[in-house]
């Protein structure tokens, strides 16, 4: 939002500073972005006086001017325009000062053996235009030695502020003028362009609505009147100096008229050129197929959702977002019809998006206008259109009813301190809610305040604590330190909290590169990984193939991997934390570190040969967040009941008792087809709030390092046993023999064959034994062999191999 400093003084009797103005806009929650000051900019530029121009000696386009300026001095200036002359008025800059048009510094020097000290500047050249012809022409009145820009009324500074979406009532000069003088900056003008304008005949076409009734509030009202004799040349040159300013490009009186109330007040508007309208305008839903041949020379194709502005004949504006070309004014134009209409801010929001139309007047709609202004702002239009234009109007015709829309809310003051931090009295409360255009005041102990037409974000009572906090001055809230809950800190991260930290870095220093992806993905994926149901479907998705939320953060992975492949960049290892949703409930997500590899497991290499990635490669990630995560890896079970996004016999579940940790594997054929990825790919996910906390006993301190003095040693065996066997039961199986001394049991051989027999396999462990209290004989290292042997064989029906 721009405005300049002139513009905010129309509706601001002030004296102050920019840099008080600046500093109270953002301390109100207005911030400003910028402040342009073209009179600081354009300070060297003066009005000079050609006493005179005559031919250059050695070039017969370029002429030699004798320059006065202000102070009497005479300057030499080569100049090239055509319209060099004796006796003109032109803008001089001297050496030394910066052309912004030319981006560079201007020096002395000799043009053709010619002294040449300053310049006589064009419009381009001033960053003014693009014009070039020549240069600047001023009239002969101009007074001489005064700076340029006072003289074309560019000393007028320009602020820029960001809006908030909810502070729609200050996307006009007038509401932000309003929370200034709210703020004790000066006082808010009264807004005198609002006062009835009487209509000297009826006017001769009507405004009409033709909405069903479940549909009215789409445009609840609008109204207008008729101008006859109106001449539509160009707008004055303040408003056309300030739609400059602000960066808009003056087109014609009636077309400024209607672009200035827009940023005056907030209030957008259109005019119809009555010549091209055949009778009545009627606001009613697009038919199927219409189109539109719009101001921004573009058609559209509209549909029933939207609402339009159409005679007997053709559509003739997309209400609340753009005008149609075909009725537009003109020149010519003699005679308009004026449209002041209030419209649903969620349907022109949709419909601006769905045609790719930004326009001043959607952007205000989509945040909601005053609605009382349906009623001043045919007043203002019509003031200011005679007043610029001439003419006479017609008495105003309107159709639907304004909405009333005026609320009263209750403000306990105890609760601006409570939610505040700061004490208020009440009488101050009560001025500001006032200044603001509240109307408040005490009623017992408490304030009853009525929240203005244009204050559509004010709801509830916390509203109003926050607009007294920010008009009495956030920094007025005291600086307060948090009260000492204990001697010693507690700690800022929970043992829940940290998992996330936790398997992220356990899982870089595996070797993978963390993804973030969107929590959005395809329908169309999603079954790939369950589906989902309807409530995780997006009502407004930011694009038609991220249209439900994710069942599984894998999925976004493997897109990745696919998107890296078809860029040249086939081997991939991402992971990603993060969460994946089951149900819309606030408990029906699940918090995710999922991974996954694809292509080479590692870099072609002459000393290293290739393998295939599998199942075992996603195992090792997968346990190694486990263990970063504090769970007993040592105890899970796995079992063979993975997804069906996984390779059914390359894929398992880790499980503590019932409880599912994770799942690996290698990814289904299915999978990769679906999503162009040449496989194998192995991938895992991990359910980081399944992992049980560590238990803690006898305080948080660590358990002393309890390192053995005595030389452990290493047992060999085989096992033959059934096919169906699992290794990790037999593992487990040996381990449990002896828990005293066995410290480590580690499979390191798998063999099925004749040798064995049809329907068994061989499976070679080593077993590791760690004496704590002395050095182990052989006697006891053969007990504990036989402890190993038994259990197997009674666990798991093996027999050792001979």
């Known amino acids: 939002?721009?405005?300049?400093?002139?513009?905010?003084?129309?509706?601001?009797?002030?004296?102050?500073?920019?840099?008080?103005?600046?500093?109270?806009?953002?301390?109100?929650?207005?911030?400003?972005?910028?402040?342009?000051?073209?009179?600081?900019?354009?300070?060297?530029?003066?009005?000079?006086?050609?006493?005179?121009?005559?031919?250059?000696?050695?070039?017969?386009?370029?002429?030699?001017?004798?320059?006065?300026?202000?102070?009497?001095?005479?300057?030499?200036?080569?100049?090239?325009?055509?319209?060099?002359?004796t006796g003109m008025k032109g803008v001089f800059a001297p050496s030394g000062s910066y052309i912004p048009g030319l981006g560079s510094l201007l020096k002395p020097g000799k043009i053709?053996?010619?002294?040449?000290?300053?310049?006589?500047?064009?419009?381009?050249?001033?960053?003014?235009?693009?014009?070039?012809?020549?240069?600047?022409?001023?009239?002969?009145?101009?007074?001489?030695?005064?700076?340029?820009?006072?003289v074309l009324g560019l000393d007028d500074p320009v602020f820029e502020i960001g809006m908030t979406p909810n502070r729609a009532d200050c996307l006009g000069v007038r509401g932000i003028a309003r929370d200034l003088a709210?703020?004790?900056?000066?006082?808010?003008?009264?807004?005198?362009?609002?006062?009835?304008?009487a209509g000297s005949f009826e006017s001769p076409r009507q405004w009409r609505r033709d909405l069903p009734a479940e549909a009215g509030d789409a445009c609840p009202f609008v109204a207008?009147?008729?101008?006859?004799?109106?001449?539509?040349?160009?707008?004055?040159?303040?408003?056309?100096?300030?739609?400059?300013?602000?960066?808009?490009?003056?087109?014609?009186?009636?077309?400024?008229?209607?672009?200035?109330?827009?940023?005056?007040?907030?209030?957008?508007?259109h005019v119809f050129d009555a010549a091209r309208v055949k009778g009545d305008l009627t606001m009613r839903f697009a038919r199927e197929g219409e189109t539109i041949e719009a101001l921004d020379e573009r058609s559209y194709t509209l549909d029933p959702e939207m609402v339009v502005i159409a005679d007997e004949a053709a559509v003739h504006g997309i209400g609340g977002v753009m005008g149609g070309a075909e009725s537009g004014v003109t020149e010519e134009t003699r005679e308009v019809f004026l449209e002041v209409a209030l419209f649903d801010p969620i349907r022109i929001a949709k419909t601006g998006r769905k045609l790719g139309i930004h326009?001043?007047?959607?952007?205000?709609?989509?945040?909601?206008?005053?609605?009382?202004?349906?009623?001043?702002?045919?007043?203002?239009?019509?003031?200011?259109?005679?007043?610029?234009?001439?003419?006479?109007?017609?008495?105003?015709?309107?159709?639907?009813?304004?909405?009333?829309?005026?609320?009263?809310?209750?403000?306990?003051?105890?609760?601006?301190?409570?939610?505040?931090?700061?004490?208020?009295?009440?009488?101050?409360?009560v001025d500001i809610l006032n200044g603001l255009g509240f109307e408040a005041g005490q009623d017992g102990g408490d304030i009853r305040a009525t929240v203005p037409s244009w204050?559509?974000?004010?709801?509830?009572?916390?509203?109003?604590?926050?607009?007294?906090?920010?008009?009495?001055?956030?920094?007025?809230?005291?600086?307060?330190?948090?009260?000492?809950?204990?001697?010693?800190?507690?700690?800022?991260?929970?043992?829940?909290?940290?998992?996330?930290?936790?398997?992220?870095?356990?899982?870089?220093?595996?070797?993978?590169?963390?993804?973030?992806?969107?929590?959005?993905?395809?329908?169309?994926?999603?079954?790939?990984?369950g589906g989902v149901s309807d409530e995780l479907r997006l009502a407004n998705p930011i694009s038609s193939e991220l249209d439900v939320m994710r069942p599984a953060t894998l999925a976004n992975l493997v897109e990745a991997a696919a998107r890296n492949a078809d860029k040249g960049f086939p081997d991939m290892a991402l992971f990603e934390v993060g969460p994946q949703y089951r149900t819309s409930e606030p408990d029906g997500q699940d918090n995710m570190a999922s991974g996954l590899r694809a292509g080479r497991r590692y870099p072609r290499h002459w000393a290293m040969p290739q393998r295939p990635l599998d199942a075992f490669d996603a195992k090792s990630d997968a346990s190694a967040a486990l263990t970063a995560l504090g769970a007993p890896v040592e105890n899970l079970q796995t079992t063979t009941d993975a997804p069906g996004w996984y390779h059914p016999g390359r894929s398992g579940v880790l499980r503590l008792g019932p409880k599912v940790m994770a799942y690996f594997g290698e990814l289904h054929p299915r999978v990769l087809e679906?999503?162009?990825?040449?496989?194998?790919?192995?991938?895992?996910?991990?359910?980081?709030?399944?992992?049980?906390?560590?238990?803690?006993?006898?305080?948080?301190?660590?358990?002393?390092?309890?390192?053995?003095?005595?030389?452990?040693?290493?047992?060999?065996?085989?096992?033959?046993?059934?096919?169906?066997?699992?290794?990790?039961?037999l593992l487990r199986s040996a381990k449990t023999a002896e828990k005293t001394l066995i410290s480590d049991v580690r499979l390191f051989d798998v063999y099925s064959g004749e040798k064995v027999g049809e329907g068994k396999k061989s499976l070679a462990i080593a077993v590791t034994l760690q004496p704590k209290e002395k050095t182990l004989t052989d006697a006891e290292i053969e007990a504990v062999a036989k402890k190993i042997v038994a259990k197997v064989e009674k666990d798991t029906g093996g027999q050792l191999r001979g």
């Open 1 to 85: 939002m721009k405005f300049t400093l002139s513009w905010l003084k129309d509706h601001l009797d002030t004296e102050a500073s920019l840099e008080d103005i600046s500093r109270s806009l953002t301390m109100l929650g207005l911030e400003v972005e910028g402040v342009v000051n073209k009179a600081e900019e354009l300070r060297a530029f003066t009005v000079a006086y050609v006493r005179e121009a005559k031919q250059h000696p050695n070039a017969d386009r370029l002429r030699l001017c004798t320059v006065e300026t202000g102070d009497g001095a005479l300057h030499q200036v080569v100049c090239g325009a055509p319209n060099a002359r």
């Open 112 to 150: 053709r053996g010619e002294d040449s000290n300053g310049m006589l500047v064009s419009e381009r050249e001033m960053g003014l235009s693009d014009e070039h012809e020549g240069i600047i022409d001023l009239p002969e009145d101009a007074p001489l030695g005064k700076p340029f820009a006072q």
């Open 182 to 197: 709210a703020a004790g900056l000066g006082t808010l003008k009264p807004l005198t362009a609002a006062e009835p304008v």
């Open 224 to 269: 207008g009147r008729t101008f006859r004799g109106v001449t539509n040349g160009a707008s004055p040159d303040w408003m056309q100096r300030r739609l400059r300013a602000i960066g808009l490009r003056p087109i014609s009186a009636l077309v400024d008229i209607t672009n200035y109330i827009t940023f005056d007040l907030g209030r957008p508007l």
């Open 359 to 429: 326009s001043d007047a959607r952007y205000r709609f989509e945040r909601g206008v005053d609605p009382e202004s349906g009623d001043w702002g045919t007043q203002v239009a019509t003031r200011m259109i005679l007043d610029v234009c001439g003419g006479e109007v017609s008495a105003v015709v309107s159709a639907g009813e304004v909405p009333e829309t005026r609320r009263s809310l209750t403000l306990r003051p105890n609760r601006v301190a409570e939610l505040g931090g700061v004490e208020v009295p009440a009488e101050r409360s």
């Open 455 to 529: 204050r559509h974000d004010v709801e509830s009572e916390a509203c109003l604590v926050e607009e007294v906090l920010r008009v009495n001055g956030y920094d007025a809230i005291p600086t307060v330190p948090l009260p000492q809950l204990s001697a010693v800190p507690q700690a800022a991260v929970s043992a829940e909290q940290r998992r996330s930290e936790l398997a992220r870095t356990a899982l870089a220093w595996c070797g993978l590169d963390e993804a973030v992806t969107f929590s959005f993905m395809s329908s169309a994926q999603a079954e790939l990984f």
């Open 674 to 729: 679906s999503y162009g990825l040449r496989g194998p790919a192995a991938a895992f996910e991990v359910f980081l709030d399944a992992v049980p906390l560590p238990k803690t006993k006898g305080g948080k301190l660590k358990p002393a390092l309890n390192l053995s003095p005595f030389q452990p040693v290493e047992r060999d065996f085989a096992f033959i046993v059934p096919e169906d066997v699992p290794a990790e039961k």
